[in-house]
């Protein structure tokens, strides 16, 4: 697992930022689909035999979701939606909890058969939470694992109890957990073992027991039944046993070379397997603390395992795409399939074995896990080695084995994930390619796909669309989770401006410029705020009765400089190339002033949501129609007659306008210039020529071109084009001007 930015604001970011941000996801196809690797995957089977069975699958587009299963196929029932990046692993505890973990540092709680709602956030972890581990038999204790060799054994009880009132004021400053506190009278007895802290990194009545003794990252973790012992293994290449009742560590077993990835314990907590990166599975005693086997099997890294209920078989998978069944006392191997993408879980479910993969689709494969021997009995067998390059070098030598299945019994289509971006010159339109090789062209602005181009070069297409337009980079883009996230960050959003005209914009004149991520901002919320309105009503949002309102209006004015966007006043249309569909809402990745990251579709906006669940410059842009004042939304140049020209010398000085002021704007004030009896003696404001008094109107207009570096300008061309792709120069542009005769 690499270390990545995260789609959100988490805690873990290199550089602090100054202000939170607002990310939106775009979503054009089927959101009953994964669109990125599936990380993990929960099977709940029902007593009842007319009941589903239920599979919970975690991916990288940070989302979980539920499936029925039944003989006719499987139905996505619910999407889990609150990560805001991969998730990374699941378990279920009793019959109707769910537990994740993310790369945003974070484990949430879930109701199985919610609508997808989060139950709590438990924010111990400050870096990405790698693993989870439960007890089968104590559907209170669920164990954590991430990077920085962090692992917390997590009463639920205790951790879901609600807020005394002493707790809540202790929280009231900003700095709880999204609620995550409960009582101190719920807080467990931590053994006074050194290996054991408490971590208070934020005010929460409960507080884990944090199991220390990782230097480095932890990848697998693993308990008995019972939930009294637990393993722990990661890059320190050593599988380490915990009593998870206190914390404290018990023995420490080596015998790995690399990464340790995957682990399992059976039932009694005696036994133990685990799966590496130096492409070994090892099973260990643990009343005897040593290996008592090691298994060759796979040519690459393990990264899955699953056992049969008797621990006498395992099957595993990983970076060789291969899935294989072992019989762990005969060492006898056989490879039941092999597929495109590497494996990164499993699951056994009655005859079967679902896999997940790097893919964005989950297959099950035949597992006879009732019965492994039956397996064997078809051939193709192989007596693994001990010895991790024994495999390597029999596949070197041609005798690869021939898998068992060809194809699996069932699938659950994902969708491909986005794996190329481009944001082209306009900054409104992005060009993406899937991993399936389909290339599309996004307009941000209202989260549509413009066009499929199908399966073509991603960079001929690039230089096909290329424009010689020039406009600030108000947003930046990545495709982390699958799909394309846009990223708005104060101040530095709200640089880029459009004439109403270049729009299409009819209800404006169109000389009025449009501020595109306050208009993006406006068509985003505008389920948010219509809901807001009715709820609280319309004078809520005017007049800033609202604690929210208030906050943001002094807050805004000390730290921005805030204006008045004087086109935006008493606006609240969402204008066509700002509206969002709500047939395939976009996904908010956001964060306030409490509560940490959060993720929903913006169609499940409450309207209840304010400062402490949205950036305050957000709320100000579309309660208040501020903007944080900008700079360099002017550029300067001089204006002179071309070398040799009969012109006659209009301006002395510099002028100044707008960066999107078109050239035929400067054509029509030289034309102005040239035949009015008192010519004026600079730009308006806005770029646009304001005739004087006194001036007459002209019989005959001169025809005009601007030049630049010698080139002559297109009308179309605005100065900040000009600027980029003509002067190229960091000095003041200097334009040059004369008359054609002949036209």
Known sequence: ????????????????????????????????????????????????????????????????????????????????????????????????????????????????????TCTKTLRQHTDYVTCLAA???????????????????????????????????????????????????????????????????????????????????????????????????????????????????TMKLRGHTDNIRALLLDSTGRFCLSGSSDSMIRLWDLGQQRCVHSYAVHTDSVWALASTPTFSHVYSGGRDLSLYLTDLSTRESVLLCSKEHPIQQLKLHDDGIWVATTDSSVHRWPSEGLNPEKVFQRGGSFLAGNLSFSRARASLEGSTPVPVYREPTFSIDGIPGIVQHEILNNRRHVLTKDDAGSVKLWEITRGVVLKDYGQVSFEKKKEELFEMVSIPAWFTADTRLGSLSIHLDTPQCFSAEMYSADLNITEKAEDDKINLARETLKGLLTHWLAKKKHKFGSQSSVNGDLSSGRDISSRSITLSRAEVDANAVNDSVVHPPFAFSSASPPSIITEGSQSGPWRKKLTDLEGTEDEKDFPWWVLDCILHNRLPARENTKCSFYLHPCEGSAAQILTQGKLSAPRILRIHKVVNYVVEKMVLDKPLDSLSGDGTFVPGPGSKPWKLKPSVEILCNNQVLTPDMSLATVRTYIWKKSEDVVLNYRTVSGR
């Open 1 to 116: 697992m690499h270390r990545v930015g995260s789609a959100g604001n988490a805690s873990n970011s290199g550089r602090p930022r100054k202000e939170k941000r607002l990310t939106y996801l775009l979503n054009d196809a089927d959101s009953t689909k994964h669109c990125a690797g599936v990380n993990c995957l929960a099977i709940l089977k029902q007593s009842e035999p007319d009941n589903s069975n239920y599979l919970f699958t975690g991916s990288r587009d940070g989302t979980l979701k539920r499936w029925a299963l039944g003989k006719e196929g499987a139905t996505c029932s619910t999407t889990f939606e609150s990560h805001v990046d991969w998730v990374n692993d699941a378990v279920l505890v009793g019959g109707n909890t769910l537990v994740s973990c993310s790369s945003d540092t974070t484990v949430k709680v879930w109701d199985c058969f919610s609508d997808g």
């Open 135 to 249: 007890a089968e038999k104590n559907s209170n204790i669920v164990a954590s694992g991430g990077l920085g060799g962090e692992v917390f054994i997590w009463d639920l009880e205790a951790a879901l109890a609600p807020l005394t009132q002493t707790s809540e004021a202790e929280s009231s400053n900003g700095m709880n957990a999204s609620g995550n506190s409960v009582p101190v009278t719920s807080l467990r007895t931590i053994s006074s073992s050194n290996s054991i802290t408490a971590h208070t990194n934020q005010p929460q009545g409960y507080v884990p027991i944090a199991a220390k003794g990782h230097k480095e990252s932890v990848y697998a973790l693993a308990m008995n039944e019972s939930g009294t012992l637990m393993v722990s293994g990661g890059t320190e290449k050593a599988v380490r046993i915990w009593d998870s009742r206190t914390g404290s560590k």
